[in-house]
């Protein structure tokens, strides 16, 4: 996505970048919590460096 925290939590927990995306996108549509995950988890990862 946009800010690379897919990518960056792949790396973490060894799961593969598509299907983090695709569960924000499933989170998003039907849950409405993926924004503000996200946006937490971008926030962890400027943190983190």
């Known amino acids: 996505m ?3 925290v897919s ?3 792949s790396s973490k927990i060894n799961v593969e970048a598509k299907f983090i995306r695709i569960g924000f996108v499933l989170s998003v ?4 919590f993926g924004i503000g995950l996200y ?3 971008w926030i962890v990862k400027l943190l983190s460096k």
Not at 29 to 32: I, V, W, Y
């Open 39 to 41: 946006l937490i988890l």
């Open 2 to 4: 946009i800010l690379g």
């Open 29 to 32: 549509l039907l849950a409405g």
């Open 7 to 9: 990518d960056w939590l």
